[in-house]
């Protein structure tokens, strides 16, 4: 049997999620793009410490830190209004499926109930 890189990778995405802290960054989005935002800061301030220009590079790395944070946040947003109407639909579906499964079929015995005296 082989390697299964999506095994893998999703047993290791859930033994990370095990802990409390950061199962709270991934569940909000704003957080998320908090980070996500933290960490290209740095990879701006590693891939242009070289970098001859008329600004210092820690007021480049925040003004394209504020504006890759509002694009980060809204993609987040509407990543988690999408997965929120997934999930809801989903829901729906699986309680008008049992609520049809409980429904009256023709095909039973339909048994009489005798009158009271």
């Not at 569940?27 to 998320?32: C, E, K």
């Not at 793009?33 to 590079?57: G, H, N, Q, Y």
């Not at 809204?74 to 409980?102: P, R």
Request: glycine residues 4%; aromatic residues 8%; negative net charge.
């Amino acid at each position: 049997m082989g390697f299964d890189i999506g095994d893998f990778v999703n047993g290791m995405v859930d033994s990370i999620l095990e802990s409390p802290s950061i199962l709270w960054i991934a569940s909000n989005p704003i957080i998320t793009a908090l980070v996500i935002t933290i960490v290209l800061c740095f990879i701006i301030l590693i891939v242009f410490r070289d970098a001859e220009t008329e600004e210092s590079l820690p007021v480049i790395t925040l003004r394209a830190g504020f504006w890759m944070f509002m694009a980060i946040t809204g993609v987040m947003l509407v990543h988690n209004k999408v997965l929120s109407a997934n999930a809801s639909e989903k829901i729906k579906l699986k309680n008008s499926a049992a609520l049809m499964d409980t429904q009256y079929h023709p095909r039973e015995e339909v048994v009489p109930v005798p009158e009271r005296k």
